[in-house]
Each structure stands twice: as structure tokens, then as C-alpha cells.
């Protein structure tokens, strides 16, 4: 069966809550990093992309590029401590044409003492039956759990989709008989 793929986001994009202090200045995490020459998109993001000749009836595979994402301890341990927090936050929500796609944004890798966040990369399945010939991602960096709201600062960059196609083969060739 016959692939495509399309490049939905070219350029690193910053999600998040304002990255301003009250002061107008930017926070430090910001300018640590190149990332604060990215654009800023908020809490959520949509994507508009074409996926030309789908094969709706087929998964697909999203991936892309993230850092600086987090996900928090939130509930204490049942066998232990109550004052020590196990488990963590779901994932931040990834969502093509409104349908929520397994996974989603996870916590990324941190390194050395100033904790600079890593580059992860992530790979997705879509669902069969999502895909259209036009179509939206939508990235969030708030996640509701356990009657609170968490909301991140993340920087998402090189997104793109694996996508199966109509088969454009031509059938067999049917000729008039010959008499």
C-alpha cells in the first residue's frame, strides 16, 4: 500500500502560560534557551494540514519533537508516606479533528544542575478513521486530573504525520472483445 507524509510545523513553537512576569520581563526559563525567539501560541495551539489522496480506513503515525514539559506527582503514597507524593499528571493532550490521540505530550528530559530541558521525541498512532483530506492538530499544555488543572510551558518543533494512501494504481485494462 502506498505512504505519504505532510510536515505540519516547520518552526518551534512555545505553549504555555504567559512567560512574562508581572514586570513585563521574560522569565528566566525563556532566556535560558533559543526557544524564546519562537513563536508563542498559549495554552493550545491548532494546526491546520492537508493529508492529499488518505486512506481514511488506515492509522497513521504523529510524531514530533518537544522540551521542557513536565508532569507532576499528584496523589501520596497509599502504602507509605501520605506526605509523599506517587503518580503522576497525564500526558498533555494531543488531538487531531477533535479526537484525543493516544499519548500526548509527555515529561521531558532534564540535564545538569541548572535542570536545561532536553529534546525527546515522540511517535503517536492515529487512530484509523481520523484522518480526512483536511484536518487539525491541536496541542495543549493544560491537562485536567483529579479535579485540578495543570498548566506547563513546553517547546513543540518538527511535526509531521505518516499517512497511508488511496491505492492510485490504475485497475486492469478491459478492452472490447474482438470478434
Known sequence: MASDYTIIMWVRHRFG????????????YWSLNEDANAPFVGLSGDFPFNCPNVDSSQGAVLE??????AQY?????????PDI?????????????????AGG???AAISGPMHLPLWGTRALLVDPNVLKAENTLRIEAS???????????????????????????PGPMKHAAQG
Request: net charge negative; glycine share 10%; aromatic share 14%.
Open 85 to 101: 507524593p506517587v503518580g503522576i499528571t497525564p500526558e498533555y493532550p494531543v488531538k487531531i479533528n477533535g479526537r484525543l490521540v
Open 105 to 107: 505530550v509527555p515529561g
Open 73 to 81: 506527582d499528584t496523589f501520596p503514597d497509599p502504602h507509605g508516606d
Open 143 to 169: 491537562v485536567e486530573y483529579a479535579g485540578s488543572t495543570y498548566e506547563d510551558k513546553f517547546t513543540i518543533d518538527n511535526v509531521w504525520i505518516h499517512y497511508k494512501t488511496k491505492d492510485g494504481r
Open 17 to 28: 502560560v504567559d512567560e512574562h512576569n508581572e514586570y513585563g520581563e521574560y522569565n528566566p
Open 64 to 69: 514530533f519533537e518537544y522540551r521542557g514539559s
